[in-house]
């Protein structure tokens, strides 16, 4: 820990400021002369005590500061100019090898051109920046660091040089990596999960029923009888339901035949079942990875789930569409909508959201009550 600094200002010194009489000499009396003089004297020691004191709090703040966090200032170039302890110790640079330097010194190559354009462009503008930076010390280790930069502004307003106060959250980032990872197998576990029992129950159970409903109908070609009637209904039902179940947990034509004609069969289903017509606009002429697939699918799916018990609507619209940059997935409903601010997340929202960042993409969800809803998801391409 570094020595706490003291004020080195002191209070003596009248001396040095001789007050301006405003008053030619002759008008005055002595007394006044000398009342004004000791009125001046003590305002004069007065502004000392008070100057003293912000000096004090000002290194005091410093203080706090240096020992809370990694600070550095650089001129308005960015050339670094100020450097602390903690910026030397996390850096693993001496305070000498980065005085004049800027702070590409510690970039990592994570962040893109434009990160760093957007950062300069409110800094420049004389407005604070904040955001998560992933630096790399001399040794070539990398360390997260949570950034807020601050511009002096001089009379003019413009930023004469900057303050970038950090902390390390380097650990926090690798607890939030290993939670992403691990979001990604639970979200494949469960989806292999559904596909196995979706196939088990098309290819066992179903098969066998579809079996024992023709020996039904053999029986019933040979003799009629009410019961073997009512077998014959009930048979076909659970084959019904099995295939909607099956058809709920995976449906295999999205294995089979890909996204498009999955969407499409459920939008059929869909629109039968709850009398809601969904416009489908795609421009998509080619398999995606098969993940990505997956998402865009349970993302659709979910979506038009809580449109029908939410939404209030007969009418609601999908659109794909596929640019050289990414592929863009809406969701959208002109019915009551929600405010996003308010509504508790459920399962359904966060696990679109989940499925989104696990697919390397982003989910968007805007709504407002009254007006309707639109999700979009957007993945790179
Ligand atoms: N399309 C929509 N229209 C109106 N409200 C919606 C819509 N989608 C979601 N909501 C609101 O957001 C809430 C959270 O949705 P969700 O996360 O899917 O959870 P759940 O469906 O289990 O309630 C819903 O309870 C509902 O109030
Ligand atoms: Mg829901």
């Not at 002595?30 to 001046?40: A, Y």
């Not at 630096?135 to 307003?157: C, H, R, S």
């Not at 508790?344 to 989940?354: D, K, P």
């Amino acid at each position: 820990m570094e020595q706490r600094p003291h004020n080195q200002l002191e209070p003596e010194g009248n001396d040095r400021m001789v007050p301006e009489h405003q008053q030619p000499e002759e008008e005055r009396q002595p007394s006044e002369k000398v009342n004004n003089f000791l009125d001046e004297g003590k305002q004069y020691q007065q502004v000392t005590e008070e100057l003293k004191k912000s000096m004090q709090e000002l290194i005091d703040l410093k203080f706090a500061l240096d020992e809370s966090s990694i600070v550095a200032i650089t001129d308005s170039r960015g050339k670094i100019t100020y450097i602390n302890e903690q910026f030397c110790e996390i850096s693993k640079y001496t305070k000498e090898e980065l005085i004049g330097k800027d702070h590409r010194i510690v970039n990592s190559g994570l962040h893109s051109k434009e990160f760093f354009h957007k950062m300069w462009r409110t800094i420049g503008a004389g407005e604070v920046w904040k955001g998560e930076i992933r630096n790399q010390a001399k040794d070539g280790t990398y360390y997260w660091v949570d950034t807020t930069i601050v511009p002096f502004l001089n009379e003019k307003n413009k930023p004469y040089q900057y303050l970038a106060i950090r902390y390390e959250i380097t650990e926090r980032k690798r607890v939030e990596e290993e939670l992403q990872k691990m979001m990604v197998k639970i979200i494949d576990v469960q989806e292999e999960e559904r596909k196995r029992l979706s196939r088990n129950l098309h290819d066992g159970i179903g098969q066998n029923l579809y079996s024992h409903l023709i020996t039904i109908n053999r029986l019933l070609a040979e003799m009629d009888h009410p019961l073997l009637q009512q077998m014959q209904d009930e048979a076909t039902e659970l084959i019904e339901e099995i295939r909607d179940i099956s058809w709920e947990l995976r449906p295999s034509v999205l294995d089979d035949l890909g996204l498009v004609p999955a969407i499409r069969s459920l939008l059929n289903r869909y629109s039968e079942h709850y009398k809601i017509d969904v416009i489908f606009e795609c421009v998509l002429n080619r398999r995606l990875y098969v993940n990505i697939e997956i998402t865009i699918y349970r993302i659709i799916q979910e979506a038009l789930t809580n449109i029908r018990k939410y939404a209030e609507v007969f009418e609601a619209t999908v659109t794909i569409r596929e640019t050289e940059e990414s592929v863009r997935v809406m969701i959208e409903d002109k019915g009551a909508g929600f405010d996003p601010k308010q509504e508790h997340r459920g399962v359904g929202l966060f696990s679109m959201e989940e499925r989104a960042r696990s697919a390397g993409g982003e989910l968007s969800i805007y709504s407002t009550p009254g007006k309707g809803t639109r999700i979009i998801f957007e993945v790179p391409n």
